[in-house]
């Protein structure tokens, strides 16, 4: 009996790292050319993880040979990268969660990196900074998404704060506390920009690393399209930005339509002053319309920014009922 249970003990000292039970989570969609790749360099970087593919639909032989590599397969049928993120954050049970995409683009040997700087520095996420490797860069990270890489992320960290550089990463590493408090809203690829701003908003610590970016096996096609994406991440910035801070937003459309009010109005008033009527009476009650339009949208702003208040501190809430990662000394 005795034996049993030294044997037990042995058995998850080689599922924990640190104290920590470690999860490597990967969305998938028609990744068969990656997938055994991707599977095989994480099991290699951290034997002491299970590995989760969550393949989202995928027509090809994703799934097959995510099973014959020995990793534990979810199938998630409702399309889109943000509907696969809420799925892995509520199935898989741990203690450090390890993202990376199924494409092999990112640096597996970089994992153990990200997790220590997350359990050294007591953290809830840190991001894998992408750093282009090889010769011709632009195979690896077309400039157009470089570009509109740089302008999110700059329009997201003026907006909510914060030191991130490059945003739209895929790789990351998650605490408890992190997973199990994200709402997980977005659908597709803008679920990056919400899990940045949910540790932006919550104020929680986080860190950045530089990690090898590497290309595409040949034959395997990018799911992200620069303009579609890229719109579809930059309308969920402005969404963010009414829902979080919703009295900087209705004051500005509130200071547009007084002043434009005002300015309509000048012209009648001066006509009055100078005539003693009023001629053009259609644009006195637009003016008039306008002006109490901005009032109406500066207290809607003090109202909503209430209820944003009170939201947030139920997400705090919720974030500190979850136990903190173990911050356990390196071995």
Same mark, same amino acid.
Request: charged residues 25%.
């Given at each position: 009996?005795?034996?049993?249970?030294?044997?037990?003990?042995?058995?998850?000292?080689?599922?924990?790292?640190?104290?920590?039970?470690?999860?490597?989570?990967?969305?998938?969609?028609?990744?068969?050319?990656?997938?055994?790749?991707?599977?095989?360099?994480?099991?290699?970087?951290?034997?002491?993880?299970?590995?989760?593919?969550?393949?989202?639909?995928?027509?090809?032989?994703?799934?097959?040979?995510?099973?014959?590599?020995?990793?534990?397969?979810?199938?998630?049928?409702?399309?889109?990268?943000?509907?696969?993120?809420?799925? =892995?954050?509520?199935?898989?049970?741990?203690? %450090?969660?390890? =993202?990376?995409?199924?494409?092999?683009?990112?640096?597996?040997?970089?994992?153990?990196?990200?997790?220590?700087?997350?359990?050294?520095?007591?953290?809830?996420?840190?991001?894998?900074?992408?750093?282009?490797?090889?010769?011709?860069?632009?195979?690896?990270?077309?400039?157009?998404?470089?570009?509109?890489?740089?302008?999110?992320?700059?329009?997201?960290?003026? %907006?909510?704060?914060?030191?991130?550089?490059? =945003?739209?990463?895929?790789?990351?590493?998650?605490?408890?506390?992190?997973?199990?408090?994200?709402?997980?809203?977005?659908?597709?690829?803008?679920?990056?920009?919400?899990?940045?701003?949910?540790?932006?908003?919550?104020? =929680?610590?986080?860190?950045?690393?530089?990690?090898?970016?590497?290309?595409?096996?040949?034959?395997?096609?990018?799911?992200?399209?620069?303009?579609?994406?890229?719109?579809?991440?930059?309308?969920?910035?402005?969404?963010?930005?009414?829902?979080?801070?919703?009295?900087?937003?209705?004051? %500005?459309?509130?200071?547009?339509?007084?002043?434009?009010?005002? %300015?309509?109005?000048?012209?009648?008033?001066?006509?009055?002053?100078?005539?003693?009527?009023?001629?053009?009476?259609?644009?006195?009650?637009?003016?008039?319309?306008?002006?109490?339009?901005?009032?109406?949208?500066?207290?809607?702003?003090?109202?909503?920014?209430?209820?944003?208040?009170?939201?947030?501190?139920?997400?705090?809430?919720?974030?500190?009922?979850?136990?903190?990662?173990?911050?356990?000394?390196?071995?």
């Amino acid at each position: 009996m005795r034996s049993e249970i030294q044997s037990t003990d042995k058995l998850l000292d080689k599922l924990v790292y640190r104290g920590n039970v470690i999860a490597v989570i990967l969305p998938c969609y028609n990744e068969e050319l990656a997938v055994k790749n991707v599977i095989t360099n994480f099991r290699e970087a951290l034997p002491e993880a299970a590995i989760h593919v969550f393949d989202n639909n995928s027509k090809d032989q994703t799934i097959k040979f995510a099973q014959e590599s020995g990793a534990i397969v979810h199938s998630v049928t409702h399309k889109g990268k943000g509907n696969v993120v809420r799925r =892995m954050f509520a199935d898989v049970e741990a203690d %450090i969660y390890v =993202m990376a995409d199924g494409d092999d683009t990112y640096d597996a040997a970089s994992a153990r990196l990200l997790i220590d700087k997350l359990l050294d520095e007591r953290l809830d996420m840190v991001v894998g900074r992408r750093e282009e490797i090889g010769e011709k860069t632009s195979a690896t990270y077309r400039s157009g998404h470089r570009w509109g890489n740089r302008m999110l992320t700059g329009a997201v960290m003026s %907006i909510f704060g914060g030191g991130f550089t490059d =945003m739209l990463s895929g790789y990351r590493v998650f605490s408890r506390r992190y997973a199990k408090s994200f709402p997980a809203l977005a659908k597709g690829f803008e679920t990056e920009t919400e899990l940045t701003v949910h540790a932006l908003e919550l104020r =929680m610590p986080y860190g950045e690393i530089a990690t090898p970016y590497g290309k595409r096996p040949e034959g395997s096609e990018s799911k992200l399209s620069t303009y579609k994406d890229g719109f579809k991440i930059l309308k969920t910035i402005i969404n963010l930005y009414v829902s979080e801070r919703p009295f900087m937003f209705f004051s %500005i459309v509130a200071l547009f339509l007084c002043a434009l009010s005002l %300015i309509l109005f000048s012209g009648v008033f001066v006509e009055y002053l100078e005539t003693g009527m009023v001629p053009r009476f259609p644009t006195a009650i637009l003016s008039v319309a306008l002006m109490l339009a901005g009032i109406i949208s500066f207290f809607s702003g003090l109202v909503l920014n209430t209820v944003t208040l009170g939201r947030n501190e139920t997400k705090r809430l919720i974030y500190l009922s979850i136990p903190q990662t173990k911050p356990s000394i390196k071995k």
